[in-house]
């Protein structure tokens, strides 16, 4: 009977045991569950506006400009044809963040870094670098967006900012991706117009006139 005893002893041990570690553990795989909600809730306080009249792109952080950048969108004009060339127009949003902690210039094909930097105005190298936030439309007029791989993304043709010159992306410059970038997350709200910033953006002041109560942290034009 003692082994009997024994034995039902040892076979309900780990039983206990299993049920003392299960409990310990559950209030930190809920403070597991809420941080990984936490990470993939949507940014809805930050919304990039971009004017391919001006050939601007605004930041703001809950409606207030936030900074201003050049860049460069499409030389072949505007639209969302499947296969072509053009800057969509329309409410977009941030599908995709790559290139996290990639060197400025860092090249990337399919998304993928090659391993190779490009100094900025390098001759006769047009590749995607440094960091790419890839749009998807969310209208009809620029539903194609995503599988046409409309990003925003560094370039190293910095001279050319300023001018349309990509081939259906929103080009910036390098440092400016990387600011950019580090501040917006998925889910941000990305508006492309063919208007001056000003008629797009009703929070937006001009550079010169930045108040104390309405500061930018940074803006560069």
């Known amino acids: 009977m003692k082994i009997e005893t024994d034995i039902l002893r040892l076979q309900g041990a780990p039983k206990t045991r299993s049920k003392t570690t299960g409990s310990a553990m559950r209030p930190y ?7 990984v909600a936490s990470c993939a809730a949507p940014d809805t306080r ?29 030389k072949f004009g505007l639209g969302d044809w499947p296969g072509s060339r053009f800057t969509p127009l329309g409410q977009l949003r941030i599908a995709e963040k790559i290139g996290d902690n990639a060197l400025p210039g860092a090249v ?37 967006a995503f599988s046409r791989d409309i990003y925003i993304h560094g370039t190293p ?49 001009s550079a010169h006139s930045m108040s104390a109560a309405n500061p930018a942290p940074f803006v560069m034009r």
């Open 157 to 205: 043709e910095e001279w050319k900012i300023g001018s349309p010159a990509s081939y259906g992306c929103i080009r910036m410059r390098s440092g400016d991706i990387i600011q950019l970038y580090n501040v917006v997350g998925i889910g941000a709200e990305v508006t492309i117009v063919d208007t001056p910033l000003a008629s797009a953006v009703p929070a937006l002041v």
């Open 108 to 144: 990337f094909k399919d998304r993928r870094r090659t391993g190779e930097i490009v100094l900025a105005n390098s001759p006769g190298r047009d590749p995607i670098v440094t960091r790419i936030l890839w749009l998807r439309g969310l209208e009809a007029q620029n539903a194609n």
């Open 29 to 35: 795989l809920l403070l597991l569950a809420l941080f």
């Open 46 to 74: 930050h919304q990039i506006v971009v004017s391919t009249r001006e050939q601007k792109l605004a930041l703001l952080d809950r409606g207030n400009v936030m900074a201003i950048y050049p860049v460069s969108t499409s």
